[in-house]
């Protein structure tokens, strides 16, 4: 079966780096479309960043333009987030997620998260 599972959160103070890894198993990893998501205390779900098969396509959510990277290792099956310039309200439990490459609509599989809270 699908599994995602993501790895790398933990506190950390503002201003400080971080990068979330997430390794993708029972998939064909390159004909998938991965993204990021991310779930604040109280709040729903929102978008963080998505990375298309070959990796040539990203998008970001405004919040995290410029701060936030998102990349692919196809040969690993793993999708990392490299987080810089941390803020706090990036606090969240921050899942990745896939989907058919060409789909429209909505991700397919989700990892369990991994929570990242930063301190000010």
């Known amino acids: 079966q699908v599994q995602l599972v993501e790895s790398g959160g933990g506190l950390v103070q503002a201003g400080d780096s971080l990068r979330l890894s997430c390794a993708a198993s029972g998939l064909t990893f390159s004909s998938y479309t991965m993204g990021w998501f991310r779930q604040a205390p109280g709040k729903e779900r929102e978008f963080v960043a998505a990375i298309n098969w070959s990796g040539g396509s990203t998008s970001y959510a405004d919040s995290v333009k410029g701060r936030f990277t998102i990349s692919r290792d196809n040969a690993k099956s793993t999708v990392y987030l490299q987080m810089n310039s941390l803020k706090p309200e990036d606090t969240a439990v921050y899942y990745c997620?896939?989907?058919?490459?060409?789909?429209?609509?909505?991700?397919?599989?989700w990892g369990q998260g991994t929570q990242v809270p930063v301190s000010s």
């Open positions: 997620a896939a989907k058919r490459a060409g789909a429209v609509g909505g991700y397919d599989y």
